[in-house]
């Protein structure tokens, strides 16, 4: 049975650098899942895998709190599972569902144990290692190799059935000097490329909230930018720039007047539907800017199949995850396509070709909750607010742009970075780092952005309420947290805190207590969803 006091003896026998170690690993070994099979084969692989689950158990132990997530996520997981039952290929939904429920644990356990905030560094690190590992990796093939390189193990490809135009698999096309496009360590470009593009928007975060070095964070930035550019991926590019634009209109929001978010909301809804749109009537005009065919680089022909194959079984096929290329329908559609692929090239095809109708709609509602939750926490913030939110939103719209012409976002490091985000984004109270004091305390009403109150010197304040309804009940401490972030990465730079010292007190505007209660829960109120807290609250009372 679990328990809060089984799990807090558990995790004071880890220590917080080894646990934040263990997630990064675990978020490398997801992410860059594809290279690890090519360099150590299946079998090593799943052995690898095992060991980051079992490190993950241990340095994450499960609680209830934890295990509090959206349930139309363990709606799509049961589906899932429940999907063997009429799978035409049973031994393969079988152990496909055995990996989602892995990589859902994987998610859930790390963010829930970590907290968003923490969780957000953590990600940060894991994306910075793939890509620097891409990189190296290309720098190897070009100066070591001389050549391109081939996996030293194969992988699914070899189990295509005859008839497709399946060309050798290459590891690196040794294009690095040339200009691109390079395949980085997963052997992939538009994989890569997405991973460059997850780092981008990661480093922006920590770099807006002062959480890692101001050159770590540009150099990382820098490096993701080159690695998008080396990839020349049309999908990533085209990602690339809704999150740009989606970016800038975060950031008007967050200044515009609260009675205009809403509506300034609903025209970037239909914005991205008229672009959608536009792109599909004027498809040759884009698809030319980008340099390719109209026919999405042959995606029309898999989506065709896989449209064919999805009508004709209204249940879905069975979860899969990567296709069986050697069990029908898949090598089906292989043959009618003629061309080689492991998935349908679009994650919501794809769902309706292994999940029926059913698990479509929980995946567009799962999708539409994560987009929700985010996007509502940006509309509640201010300038001065903490910039996480806008990071989820971000990530989640360069994931779900991804989707459109690749299926990985409901395998490996896809579904784990989905889940991820949806839990982040439902847990916005949980913001806090572990390092930070959370003082459950509310004001009497106050003049709007007029100074509270202090308790034990720390100065209180309460900004400018959104309306009612607005959610202002589930961001409680997102603007302090903007707030607090800053002032330590500036008293840091002075010399005035240390880098492990606690900082001041965030408030939680939705609790029901008044100033004078603030001091006396200080001692007692968790620290970012870890232990309670203790000596630290003396710590964060001498906040200038």
Same mark, same amino acid.
């Given at each position: 049975?679990?328990?809060?006091?089984?799990?807090?003896?558990?995790?004071?026998?880890?220590?917080?650098?080894?646990?934040?170690?263990?997630?990064?690993?675990?978020?490398?070994?997801?992410?860059?899942?594809?290279?690890?099979?090519?360099?150590?084969?299946?079998?090593?692989?799943?052995?690898?895998?095992?060991?980051?689950?079992?490190?993950?158990?241990?340095? &994450?132990?499960?609680?209830?709190?934890?295990?509090?997530?959206?349930?139309?996520?363990?709606?799509?997981?049961?589906?899932?599972?429940?999907?063997?039952?009429?799978?035409?290929?049973?031994?393969?939904?079988?152990?496909?569902?055995?990996?989602?429920?892995?990589?859902?644990?994987?998610?859930?356990?790390?963010?829930?144990?970590?907290?968003?905030?923490?969780?957000?560094?953590?990600?940060?690190?894991?994306?910075?290692?793939?890509?620097?590992?891409?990189?190296?990796?290309?720098?190897?093939?070009?100066?070591?190799?001389?050549?391109?390189?081939?996996?030293?193990?194969?992988?699914?490809?070899?189990?295509?059935?005859?008839?497709? $135009?399946?060309?050798?698999?290459?590891?690196?096309?040794?294009?690095?000097?040339?200009?691109?496009?390079?395949?980085?360590?997963?052997?992939?470009?538009?994989?890569?490329?997405?991973?460059?593009? &997850?780092?981008?928007?990661?480093?922006?975060?920590?770099?807006?909230?002062?959480?890692?070095?101001?050159?770590?964070?540009?150099?990382?930035?820098?490096?993701?930018?080159?690695?998008?550019?080396?990839?020349?991926?049309?999908?990533?590019?085209?990602?690339?720039?809704?999150?740009?634009?989606?970016?800038?209109?975060?950031?008007?929001?967050?200044?515009?007047?609260?009675?205009?978010?809403?509506?300034?909301?609903?025209?970037?809804?239909?914005?991205?539907?008229?672009?959608?749109?536009?792109?599909?009537?004027?498809?040759?005009?884009?698809?030319?800017?980008?340099?390719?065919?109209?026919?999405?680089?042959?995606?029309?022909?898999?989506?065709?199949?896989?449209?064919?194959?999805?009508?004709?079984?209204?249940?879905?096929?069975?979860?899969?995850?990567?296709?069986?290329?050697?069990?029908?329908?898949?090598?089906?559609?292989?043959?009618?396509?003629?061309?080689?692929?492991?998935?349908?090239?679009?994650?919501?095809?794809?769902?309706?070709?292994?999940?029926?109708?059913?698990?479509?709609?929980?995946?567009?509602?799962?999708?539409?909750?994560?987009?929700?939750?985010?996007?509502?926490?940006?509309?509640?913030?201010?300038?001065?607010?903490?910039?996480?939110?806008?990071?989820?939103?971000?990530?989640?719209?360069?994931?779900?742009?991804?989707?459109?012409?690749?299926?990985?976002?409901?395998?490996?490091?896809?579904?784990?970075?989905?889940?991820?985000?949806?839990?982040?984004?439902?847990?916005?109270?949980?913001?806090?780092?572990?390092?930070?004091?959370?003082?459950?305390?509310?004001?009497?009403?106050?003049?709007?952005?007029?100074?509270?109150?202090?308790?034990?010197?720390?100065?209180?304040?309460?900004? %400018?309420?959104?309306?009612? %309804?607005?959610?202002?009940?589930?961001? $409680?401490?997102?603007?302090?947290?903007?707030?607090?972030?800053?002032?330590?990465?500036?008293?840091?730079?002075?010399?005035?805190?240390?880098?492990?010292?606690?900082?001041?007190?965030?408030?939680?505007?939705?609790?029901?207590? %008044?100033?004078?209660?603030?001091?006396?829960?200080?001692?007692?109120?968790?620290?970012?969803?870890?232990?309670?807290?203790?000596?630290? $609250?003396?710590?964060?009372?001498?906040?200038?």
């Amino acid at each position: 049975m679990l328990t809060r006091r089984s799990g807090a003896a558990l995790r004071s026998r880890v220590s917080e650098r080894t646990r934040a170690g263990v997630a990064v690993a675990a978020i490398v070994v997801l992410i860059s899942g594809q290279g690890f099979r090519y360099l150590l084969g299946l079998r090593l692989y799943a052995v690898l895998c095992v060991a980051v689950i079992a490190a993950v158990a241990v340095c &994450f132990p499960l609680s209830r709190r934890i295990l509090r997530v959206p349930p139309v996520l363990w709606a799509y997981v049961a589906f899932a599972a429940l999907g063997v039952t009429w799978s035409a290929t049973r031994p393969v939904t079988a152990l496909a569902v055995l990996v989602l429920v892995a990589t859902t644990f994987l998610s859930v356990s790390i963010v829930g144990g970590l907290g968003p905030a923490r969780f957000m560094e953590v990600l940060y690190r894991g994306l910075q290692v793939s890509v620097l590992g891409a990189v190296a990796f290309e720098l190897f093939v070009t100066f070591v190799v001389g050549h391109a390189a081939l996996p030293l193990s194969s992988d699914l490809a070899r189990l295509a059935p005859s008839g497709t $135009s399946v060309s050798s698999v290459r590891w690196s096309e040794d294009m690095l000097l040339r200009g691109g496009p390079i395949q980085g360590f997963v052997g992939n470009r538009n994989p890569t490329a997405a991973i460059a593009l &997850f780092a981008a928007i990661a480093a922006l975060v920590m770099l807006w909230e002062g959480r890692v070095r101001r050159l770590d964070a540009i150099a990382t930035l820098g490096t993701a930018v080159g690695v998008m550019l080396l990839t020349r991926s049309a999908t990533v590019t085209a990602a690339a720039l809704y999150v740009g634009v989606l970016m800038v209109a975060a950031f008007a929001i967050r200044r515009a007047p609260a009675h205009l978010r809403r509506a300034a909301s609903v025209a970037i809804v239909a914005g991205t539907a008229a672009a959608v749109v536009l792109t599909v009537r004027f498809r040759w005009f884009v698809f030319g800017l980008l340099g390719r065919s109209p026919e999405g680089t042959h995606r029309t022909s898999i989506w065709k199949a896989v449209i064919h194959a999805a009508e004709h079984r209204p249940q879905g096929w069975g979860f899969v995850g990567y296709w069986p290329v050697w069990e029908q329908p898949y090598s089906g559609i292989l043959n009618k396509s003629g061309l080689f692929a492991t998935h349908a090239h679009n994650a919501f095809l794809d769902v309706w070709l292994q999940m029926g109708l059913c698990g479509l709609i929980l995946l567009v509602f799962l999708v539409a909750q994560l987009g929700a939750s985010a996007w509502r926490l940006v509309e509640a913030s201010t300038p001065r607010s903490s910039s996480l939110p806008l990071g989820w939103t971000l990530l989640a719209a360069a994931l779900l742009t991804e989707a459109l012409t690749e299926s990985r976002m409901l395998v490996e490091g896809g579904w784990f970075l989905l889940v991820a985000l949806l839990v982040s984004s439902t847990r916005p109270t949980e913001v806090a780092s572990a390092r930070q004091v959370s003082v459950r305390a509310a004001a009497a009403p106050t003049p709007a952005g007029k100074p509270l109150a202090s308790v034990g010197g720390l100065r209180l304040a309460t900004p %400018n309420p959104p309306p009612a %309804n607005e959610g202002w009940r589930d961001v $409680s401490g997102l603007d302090s947290l903007g707030d607090d972030t800053r002032w330590r990465a500036r008293s840091r730079r002075r010399g005035l805190v240390a880098q492990g010292e606690p900082s001041h007190a965030t408030v939680h505007r939705s609790a029901p207590a %008044n100033v004078a209660a603030a001091g006396r829960e200080a001692t007692s109120a968790p620290v970012g969803g870890s232990a309670p807290l203790g000596a630290n $609250s003396a710590g964060a009372a001498s906040h200038p």
